[in-house]
């Protein structure tokens, strides 16, 4: 059974740092890319990033570019996100799923197959 397990999530000040982990199992990185979404009160859930082990292939939101880098450790089966500079508007309930990453397909959501539970970020001002 593929499982996906998000955490890391808290409050932080504007300015500050987080990292939110993704642990997989059922699976292995070698045959999914992994996807970082959020969703904010009232909005919809947006693409944040994603990363391919298959192809090496890594996408950023423009929202968040040079201040969130995502990693991953197959060996772990884990998937990092790095979320440096945090905003109020960052805030949100991040969540990551195991599917395709595609070049400038980031924020498709049909492409993921698996979902993990969210876990949240709160970024106060």
């Known amino acids: 059974e593929v499982q996906l397990q998000a955490s890391g999530g808290g409050l932080v000040q504007s300015g500050g740092s987080l990292r939110l982990s993704c642990v997989g199992s059922?699976?292995?990185?070698?045959?999914?890319?992994i996807g970082w979404f959020r969703q904010a009160p009232g909005k919809e859930r947006e693409g944040v990033s994603c990363?391919?082990?298959?192809?090496?292939?890594?996408e950023y939101a423009d929202s968040v570019k040079g201040r969130f880098t995502i990693s991953s450790d197959k060996v772990k089966n884990t998937v990092y996100l790095q979320m440096n500079s945090l905003r109020p508007e960052d805030t949100a309930v991040y969540y990551c799923?195991?599917?395709?990453?595609?070049?400038?397909?980031?924020?498709?959501?049909?492409?993921?197959?698996?979902w993990g539970q969210g876990t949240l970020v709160t970024v106060s001002s």
């Open positions: 799923a195991a599917g395709a990453c595609r070049p400038h397909q980031y924020g498709d959501s049909w492409l993921y197959d698996y």
């Open positions: 990363i391919s082990s298959i192809d090496g292939t890594i």
């Open positions: 059922g699976f292995t990185f070698d045959d999914w890319a």
